[in-house]
């Protein structure tokens, strides 16, 4: 569209909008209002609007059910409910690279909607699928096995590449990443080493070994023979509480709303829907073999050798050095499931072989959820920058920089917690780059493990989402459960980034024990924190029954990520059962104590970190650059204010310099209201003139413009000379009084007077209070709050305002408004002296008689306009016109027709004649007529003021309004 | 009667400067003596008091847990001392009580000189337009940062003198020691006073509009409310960046440790974006305004 379409469209709209306009009529100042008002509605409405709308889609969707042939054979059919992004722009000329996006465990492909929308935003096929034995898909839950779930994935690879719009690296080899949190996250690292097409994978708070994720075991082994220790590891604290939760939402009976998701965006509603819950009741959709190993170790609580083998088979530990795809490890601090320690072991195993690694935690997790924003945003960064390099080759490969987050407090605004991002240039793993040592000190203590494991402590409630965390601020150990030992405060802050270590001994009248080995973060009130609830399960063996025979044990502390402050201590706690694992089962006493004699070492890992600097910091320099820009828009709209007011007309217009005013074509419209239409008057010195008009003859408008309060729409005002405009310094040569007194109500009349006086900023002894009080006469009355005057003291004590300082001009408008006749008279008195030193009293009034008695000078107007103006006398003085109440009117006229120099007459009804006398006195046409037979009863001279006057006020005035 | 004056260039009386019409102090002195001045002061003194002797008479079985999350317990922590005494009042202060007062501050100034009719004369003596906003916006701004300074003043005089002098317990974070405490609850005074900034350039503008005091008062004190409900309203999104009162509560981010400018930041951004507009409108309007009343 050419401009001269869209000009003429603008002219026409112009044209609509004038006309409508002016057809409602809308005088011109409301006009701007409104329009000021529609467009700052419209803006609003158009942000509100382009707020709520949703953004066009950049891709589109492809739902299939994918039949995939995998199983050890690679001859079991299985349906896979699928749903394929596709960005808008892939084509076979535009090929893209593609994502495999999995979802956690209870989570369907509607789980991990919100990120696929996000990186097929980001340019890539993202496929998000139903994992067998979930949702729509048909199937049974391996669990990641090779040979099923790897399979599918390798399968939708193979369909993937079968996509003209997808870039291939090789026959039936497209690019593809591979991600997803959880169950997500293993099946990423196994499909990475079990198919190598897998160009990139960014697995998320996922295992490395199954077994010793769900047996946990913390101490570590030192009997020197490798099997041994291997089946140490192996024998952990059956973790019951998540793998029931992991059990349930299998089998359909799960609880609802599990996350098993992952970092980013799942759920995990209706996992299994019931009617697909078919054959064995205790198994749901999972697979014979998983089953029946659960059901096993659930009871026993310990993990034999074919469970182990089948959780070894399903976990990434033994083929770590498989994978070739560079991987980014994403791991939540706020996890009891999968914590820390497990994506350390990956990103050990994976760098191994070269492979290029980078470990990411963040304040989330299985227990902490998504973590704060600022953690979200810098894993959708680290995330789309890996992707962007390796399966795009887009920007320089990512550094392998480590980093992680702490939460630094909570958001007072959206509320939840906000956490400080952190890097550092090398992984320093979990036992830190540097450690911290902290003494403990204490005797051992006897502690108790109740029956059945109950009652015990809480430490964390899984899949209770961020609350967990919460939950674990207020972990409460048994008394009599547990043992503890302090340090002393801290000299200084430590941060605590890894997995703190320290060694304990033990005894057991069994030789066995298990132990919930816990660090707590003690404040100086004494209350303490155990850090996003994690503890340290550990399972002795060949304990001897006393103390002092027990060799210390090392026992690796959850990884965690907390800032000790100075001041506080550290607190090292030996509990018995804890509600989350399977402990023993039988009563027992066991005797714990620190690792050496009275005290040991508490190991620390700390690494030297710099903050992440974020977008934030870019808001301080817009604040200072917003307090700068008003500070330099402050000086320049005060520069232009008095430039301006340096520009203004100061020239003087000679031929008045000493006249007091000279109203000039004075017209005042308000829109299509014209108030004043054009007044000319003169003001000189020592004359009072009398603005003489009907209500709304436009007497208070001139004065308003007179003040400087409003602005003339034609003519000016001269004022010595000094053409007048609003706040322009010749007004402080003139006093006034418009539209009845103001005052301050709370002051006192002469509280206000000085008020008034102070805001003019002239010299005290300028003002004359003493003159100014006198004419006021309100005696005591002055001591008196305004609020109790009544209108005429209110009235008296403006005008003693105006005339404070004596100025050369007094302009009164109504003076003697509410005054009584004693009063006025007082009030006349002043204003005639007032004019006699050379000053000049302007007084506007609607009481011809009032004009009359004050005034030297008159100005009458009426409808905007000056009617008469002149010398009080002259206006005032007698017309020759004068009326005559006679008995007989024809008599009278025939009388007057005989007498020479009447000029002429009028009958005025039907007694009384107007006559213009002309050169003829009265006395001799009264005695004419007297002679002639008429009864003369009354004779009224009349005079030009009033003719004209009456004439006036004659008029209705009504509906003019008060002008 | 003395005779006149020697003229001057600019036709002015004698001695007549604007630059001395209308001075801070004269201003300061004529809102001093009226008596919602006098009043309003003298409430910030008084609430101090008055919860004083609430928490004295109260059970200790409140609940003070009112949506607000981590933050509730500045209520459960207000007797600890004389710095959480003080923040506790400031605290409940914020959201209302203050707002009011600004609004009054600002709202009245002009609006009632107009009512008045006491602002022509002002006008005519003349006090330049734009000085008498100015000094008006000034002494408006010194007492509602009067009224702040005396609740937080009188709360902390009181609240150490009865609770003692003990180190800021937030409930959120570690308590923060006596001397930086004071610090802290200066900085979350001095932001609340940032925040109040969007009323005062409200009710200031609406002040200049209108000739009714309540109107403006109550239109300035209503629009805050209307955008704090906005504010609650989690469906409008990013949206809510823009209300005025989105961050008027991320004072609470100074009670954590370390302590969160990032929403201050922007809460300062906000309000003195707002307070720049309204003021800005308010001194266009006044220098073009007819005054009529």
Redesign the interface.
């Known amino acids: 569209m050419g401009t001269g379409v869209r000009g003429r469209t603008v002219a026409v709209m112009r044209a609509l909008v004038a006309r409508w306009w002016a057809r409602t009529g809308v005088d011109r100042w409301s006009r701007g209002r409104w329009i000021g008002f529609g467009v700052a509605a419209l803006l609003l409405a158009a942000a509100v609007v382009w707020a709520v709308l949703p953004t066009p889609a950049a891709y589109r969707t492809v739902d299939e059910r994918v039949s995939v042939r995998s199983g050890p054979a690679g001859d079991e059919s299985v349906t896979l409910d699928t749903r394929l992004y596709l960005p808008k722009d892939a084509s076979a000329q535009h090929k893209v690279p593609a994502l495999l996006l999995a979802h956690g465990f209870g989570g369907t492909k509607e789980s991990v909607t919100a990120d696929a929308q996000d990186l097929a935003g980001l340019g890539y096929a993202v496929l998000t699928w139903t994992a067998r034995g979930f949702g729509a898909s048909s199937g049974q839950i391996h669990l990641d096995a090779p040979d099923y779930e790897v399979r599918d994935a390798s399968r939708l690879l193979d369909h993937l590449a079968k996509r003209p719009d997808i870039v291939l690296d090789g026959a039936g080899d497209p690019r593809a990443g591979v991600l997803g949190g959880s169950y997500g996250g293993a099946l990423s690292l196994l499909l990475a080493a079990y198919d190598h097409r897998v160009d990139a994978i960014v697995p998320m708070i996922t295992w490395n070994d199954l077994g010793r994720s769900l047996f946990a075991q913390s101490a570590v082994p030192a009997t020197g023979d490798a099997a041994a220790d291997d089946a140490i590891r192996y024998d952990g604290v059956f973790k019951q509480a998540w793998a029931g939760v992991f059990f349930g939402s299998g089998t359909g009976g799960g609880r609802g709303g599990i996350s098993l998701g992952g970092a980013q965006g799942t759920d995990g509603a209706a996992a299994v829907p019931a009617d697909r819950v078919t054959g064995n009741p205790q198994c749901g959709r999972w697979a014979e073999d998983v089953c029946q190993t659960y059901l096993r170790i659930a009871t026993t609580g310990r993990l034999d050798a074919p469970s182990r083998e089948l959780l070894a088979s399903r976990s990434p530990a033994g083929v770590l050095d498989r994978i070739k795809a560079p991987t980014l490890l994403v791991q939540g601090a706020a996890d009891s499931l999968f914590p820390l320690a497990e994506a350390d072991a990956n990103a050990r195993g994976i760098a191994a072989k070269g492979t290029p690694v980078r470990v990411a935690w963040f304040t989330g997790g299985h227990d902490g959820g998504e973590g704060p924003q600022s953690d979200q945003d810098r894993l959708k960064y680290l995330t789309a920058q890996w992707f962007d390099h390796y399966l795009k080759g887009n920007g320089a490969a990512p550094a392998d920089t480590f980093t992680f987050s702490r939460i630094t407090g909570l958001d007072a605004v959206d509320r939840g917690t906000m956490a400080t991002g952190y890097q550092v240039t090398d992984y320093p793993g979990v036992d830190g780059a540097g450690t911290t040592r902290v003494r403990l000190t204490g005797p051992p203590r006897t502690v108790a493990n109740p029956p059945n494991g109950t009652p015990a402590a809480l430490s964390s409630l899984p899949s209770a989402g961020a609350l967990a965390s919460f939950v674990s601020g207020a972990v409460t150990d048994l008394p009599g459960q547990h043992a503890r030992w302090e340090s002393a405060p801290l000299d200084e802050d430590t941060t605590i980034v890894g997995a703190p270590t320290v060694n304990i001994r033990a005894a057991s009248p069994t030789g066995e024990a298990v132990l919930f080995v816990k660090l707590y973060d003690v404040d100086p009130k004494g209350s303490a924190t155990l850090s996003n609830g994690l503890i340290a399960p550990v399972r002795l063996t060949g304990l001897p029954t006393s103390i002092d025979q027990a060799q210390p044990v090392r026992v690796v502390l959850p990884a965690i990520v907390r800032e000790i402050e100075a001041g506080h201590r550290l607190r090292l706690t030996v509990a018995t059962a804890d509600q989350s694992y399977l402990g023993p089962v039988a009563p027992m006493v066991y005797t714990v104590g620190l690792g050496t004699g009275d005290g040991t070492d508490l190991t620390l890992p700390t690494v030297r970190a710099t903050p992440i600097a974020t977008a934030d910091v870019l808001w301080l320099y817009l604040l200072i650059g917003l307090v700068a820009l008003l500070a330099v828009g402050l000086t320049v709209a005060i520069g232009v204010a008095r430039r301006r007011t340096r520009r203004l007309d100061r020239s003087v217009v000679a031929e008045h310099a000493d006249t007091p005013l000279r109203v000039r074509g004075l017209r005042k419209t308000y829109g299509d209201f014209v108030a004043v239409d054009h007044i000319d008057f003169t003001v000189e010195r020592g004359q009072v003139v009398g603005l003489l008009g009907p209500n709304g003859a436009g007497k208070t408008t001139s004065l308003r413009v007179l003040m400087g309060l409003t602005q003339a729409t034609r003519g000016d005002v001269l004022i010595f000379g000094h053409r007048l405009a609003p706040g322009a310094p010749v007004l402080s040569r003139i006093g006034a009084l418009v539209e009845g007194p103001g005052f301050l109500p709370h002051l006192t009349g002469e509280q206000n007077l000085h008020a008034y006086w102070r805001a003019t900023g002239r010299p005290w002894e300028l003002a004359r209070f003493t003159e100014a009080l006198e004419i006021a006469g309100l005696g005591d009355a002055i001591n008196r709050k305004v609020k109790t005057y009544s209108h005429g003291m209110k009235q008296r004590l403006a005008v003693a305002q105006a005339m404070l300082g004596l100025p050369e001009l007094l302009v009164l408008d109504e003076p003697t408004d509410g005054l009584d006749p004693p009063q006025i008279a007082e009030m006349r008195r002043v204003l005639q002296r007032y004019a006699q030193d050379g000053r000049a009293v302007l007084v506007s009034s609607h009481l011809l008689a009032e004009v009359e008695q004050t005034c030297t000078h008159a100005v009458v107007v009426n409808k905007g306009k000056v009617v008469a103006s002149g010398r009080v006398e002259e206006i005032v003085g007698d017309s020759p016109t004068t009326l005559l109440d006679v008995t007989d009117v024809d008599l009278a006229s025939r009388t007057l027709d005989r007498l020479d120099g009447v000029a002429g007459y009028a009958v005025d009804g039907e007694r009384t004649l107007v006559v213009d006398l002309g050169g003829v006195s009265r006395t001799e046409a009264v005695s004419a007529l007297v002679k002639a037979g008429v009864g003369v009863d009354r004779v009224t001279p009349r005079r030009r003021l009033e003719d004209a006057f009456l004439a006036l006020v004659g008029e209705s005035t009504a509906g003019s309004g008060d002008r | ?4 004056e020697t ?1 001057r ?15 801070y102090a ?1 201003e300061f ?2 809102q001093w ?3 919602r001045t006098q009043l309003a002061l003298g409430f910030m003194m008084l609430l101090p008091v008055v919860l004083l002797i609430a928490f004295e008479l109260g059970s200790g079985d409140d609940d003070g847990r009112n949506g607000r ?3 509730s317990q500045l209520v459960d922590v207000a007797v600890a001392g004389g710095l959480n005494f003080a923040l506790f009042t400031v605290f409940v202060s914020a959201s209302f009580l203050l707002v009011v007062v600004v609004a009054l501050f600002h709202g009245d100034t002009v609006a009632s000189e107009a009512s ?15 000085r008498l906003l100015g000094i008006k916006l000034a002494v408006a701004l010194s007492y509602s940062a009067l009224a702040i300074v005396l609740l937080t003043g009188t709360a902390l005089a009181l609240g150490t003198l009865r609770y003692g002098w003990h180190p800021l317990q937030s409930g ?4 923060v020691p006596a001397g930086e405490g004071v610090l802290r609850l200066l900085s979350i005074a001095g932001y609340l006073g940032l925040t109040l900034l969007v009323v005062a350039g409200l009710a200031f503008l609406l002040s200049v509009l209108t000739d009714a005091p309540l109107g403006a008062v109550g239109g300035a004190v209503l629009l805050y409310i209307v955008s704090s409900i906005l504010d609650q309203i989690t469906a ?4 809510r960046n ?1 209300l005025p009162t ?2 008027s ?5 100074l009670l ?3 302590m ?4 201050v ?2 809460g ?2 906000s309000a ?2 707002y307070a ?1 507009i309204f003021w800005g409108l308010a001194f266009w309007r006044f220098s073009r305004k ?3 009343s």
Do not use: N
């Open positions: 009667m003395s005779t006149v003229a260039a600019d036709g002015a009386a004698a001695e007549y400067r604007p630059s001395r019409t209308l001075t004269t002195q004529r003596r009226r008596r999350g981590q933050f008045w009719g006491s602002l022509r004369y002002l006008l005519a003596v003349p006090v330049p337009r734009a959120i974070a570690a308590e409008l999104g990013t949206l823009l989105h961050f509560q991320a004072y609470l981010g954590t440790t370390p969160q400018f990032d929403d930041i922007k300062a951004i003195i974006s720049a007819d005054v009529v």
